[in-house]
């Protein structure tokens, strides 16, 4: 039972169980996130508040069974640890204390605390729990770690040209706009403003030097806030190719065996399919390819 709590949770993605699982917790996650945020509406509140404090307290309960079933289930994971420390090591994990604030508020409130938005925002963390039930987030992390240091030099460069236009625009008009810009740290706010082509227009230089600097920052901001974007996008290229290629080979490796697929080896690629995130028609088009070439090597 407990071997069988824990395979769901490990994402069998073949087995309809976790497909029926899975979809059920990501309505919840969204559903109640939504009701949370109707709730600051007084309107809704007076007149739906009494069904979203219903569905609330559903979702809560179903967040605390989910969260004791995972602390009961974890061992499983990595019996080498022992229990007590594999459960430690859950409980005090992110996505543990994410699980943990996904019910703990409501409880909180339900005892007698009010409801105030720290505890809201305390609320809404659940939904980064979407990330243990979507193929999307898992690509975005792998994306995120293997560019990190591009994307961390890129962070560093913006850091370097932030602290240069404040320099910049502090020299040009702190004499003449105290206020806005009497500090360097008062002239960051222009900056990244500017830096980022928001441009909310509270704050702009008046004075001829001020434009010009201003002007070359706006330039600089275009390039350099694209380029953490740039990063991703090629990212998450280069993560979908070495997932088909994995994919590919997986296949060759079942197909050069016996030139055919059996009805496991269906499944298990099936199940690959799933946790790459390839679509069908793209794997029923890589398996016909392989199929055809190992067709082809043994004519």
């Known amino acids: ?99 943990l604030l996904s019910f703990l508020p409501f409880f909180l409130i339900v005892a007698g605390w009010s409801q105030t938005p720290q505890l809201m925002l305390a609320q809404l963390l659940r939904l980064l729990k979407l990330t243990r039930y979507s193929v999307a987030f898992d690509l975005l992390a792998d994306v995120i770690k293997e560019e990190s240091e591009s994307l961390l030099v890129s962070v560093m460069l913006m850091f370097i040209i932030l602290i240069f236009a404040s320099v910049g625009i502090f ?52 390039g350099l806030v694209s380029l953490p974007a740039g990063i991703i996008a090629s990212g998450f290229t280069e993560q979908l190719r070495l997932r088909r290629e994995k994919f590919e080979l997986e296949v060759e490796q079942m197909i050069h065996d016996d030139g055919r697929l059996t009805k496991e080896e269906i499944g298990i690629l099936e199940e690959d399919r799933q946790r790459l995130g390839i679509s069908k028609d793209n794997a029923r088009l890589i398996i016909n390819q392989v199929a055809h070439r190992e067709k082809t090597k043994n004519k």
């Open 1 to 99: 039972m407990k071997r069988a709590v824990a395979g769901y949770f490990k994402r069998q993605w073949a087995h309809p169980l976790h497909r029926i699982f899975s979809s059920f917790m990501i309505a919840l996650i969204f559903l109640s996130s939504v009701c949370l945020v109707l709730t600051t509406e007084p309107s809704i509140e007076r007149r739906y508040g009494n069904y979203l404090w219903l569905f609330e307290a559903f979702s809560s309960m179903a967040f605390l069974l989910e969260y004791l079933l995972r602390l009961w289930s974890c061992p499983v994971n990595r019996p080498e640890r022992g229990p007590f420390r594999c459960r430690l090591d859950y409980v005090f994990s992110f996505m543990g204390m994410v699980d």
């Open 171 to 222: 020299i040009f008009e702190h004499d003449v706009q105290p206020e806005a810009f009497g500090s360097i740290p008062k002239a960051m706010w222009w900056a990244i403003v500017t830096l980022t082509t928001v441009g909310y227009g509270d704050v702009t230089p008046v004075t001829v030097q001020g434009k010009i600097f201003a002007t070359f920052i706006t330039i600089a901001g275009v």
